[in-house]
Nanobody, 116 residues
Framework: QVQLVESGGGLVQAGGSLRLSCVAS????????MGWYRQAPGKQRELVAD???????NYADSVKGRFTISRDNAKNTVYLQMNSLKPEDTAVYYC??????????WGQGTQVTVSS
């Protein structure tokens, strides 16, 4: 089994910053891609950013230049640094981890609320 634990969400004013973390634990040989998704009320879940095992990154256009994804392979952890937050960034943020030989797993989600 693989478990994902997210942390770092909260309430912040527009223009502020938050840093999300997601730690994977359990039966893990190695991890391929890691990513962050978000889902706002009444909307579909969407990709925010992802990062390959080699460190290549991909971002949604809406967050380019404001968010930075990174990972610590030794700690099986992925981070999302979110700067210049906007009210439209308000959503539940989920991490997604592709574990070799195990498949893809989702975190429980962490709420990010940006007030105007």
């Amino acid at each position: 089994q693989v478990q994902l634990v997210e942390s770092g969400g909260g309430l912040v004013q527009a223009g502020g910053s938050l840093r999300l973390s997601c730690v994977a634990s359990g039966s893990i040989f190695s991890i391929n891609a890691m990513g962050w998704y978000r889902q706002a009320p009444g909307k579909q879940r969407e990709l925010v950013a992802d990062i390959t095992s080699g460190g290549s990154t991909n971002y949604a256009d809406s967050v380019k230049g404001r968010f930075t994804i990174s990972r610590d392979n030794a700690k099986n952890t992925v981070y999302l640094q979110m700067n210049s937050l906007k009210p439209e960034d308000t959503a539940v943020y989920y991490c997604n981890v592709d574990v070799s030989r195990r498949g893809k797993y989702w975190g429980q989600g962490t709420q990010v609320t940006v007030s105007s």
